[in-house]
């Protein structure tokens, strides 16, 4: 499974921005997709994640702010992004598992993209 993230950029605090990841395998193909992010020097933060049941999960630190979403027919992932904080700067990155997986646990992950940049100022 290929994952390429776009829509990163730069926005203002009290802004919006919506992110996608397209999957090169088809939706059945894996169990849950998610949304990390990585501040400069810290870690994978597990923020949203969806399942095949379109069960969706949230970190406490964006829940109310951010929802994730797929579009299964164009295998793409969402993560719209509202009431941006500068805290919210990080390298967003998509990811997917063909078994079980948590926001809690990086290592539960099996595929990565390369990430898009988001920076709030």
């Known amino acids: 499974v290929q994952l390429v993230e776009s829509g990163g950029g730069s926005v203002q605090a009290g802004g919006s921005l919506t992110l996608s990841c397209a999957a090169s395998?088809?939706?059945?193909?894996?169990?849950?997709m998610g949304w990390f992010r990585q501040r400069p020097g810290g870690i994978h933060e597990g923020i949203a994640a969806?399942?095949?049941?379109?069960?969706?999960y949230y970190a406490d630190s964006v829940k109310g702010r951010f929802t994730i979403s797929k579009d299964y027919a164009k295998r793409t992932l969402f993560l719209h992004m509202s009431n941006l904080k500068p805290d919210d700067t990080a390298m967003y990155y998509c990811?997917?598992?063909?078994?079980?997986?948590?926001?809690?646990?990086?290592?539960?992950?099996?595929?990565w993209g390369q990430g898009t940049q988001v920076t709030v100022s």
């Open positions: 990811a997917a598992a063909t078994r079980a997986a948590s926001i809690a646990s990086a290592l539960s992950w099996e595929y």
């Open positions: 395998s088809p939706s059945y193909s894996t169990n849950c």
């Open positions: 969806i399942d095949s049941r379109e069960n969706s």
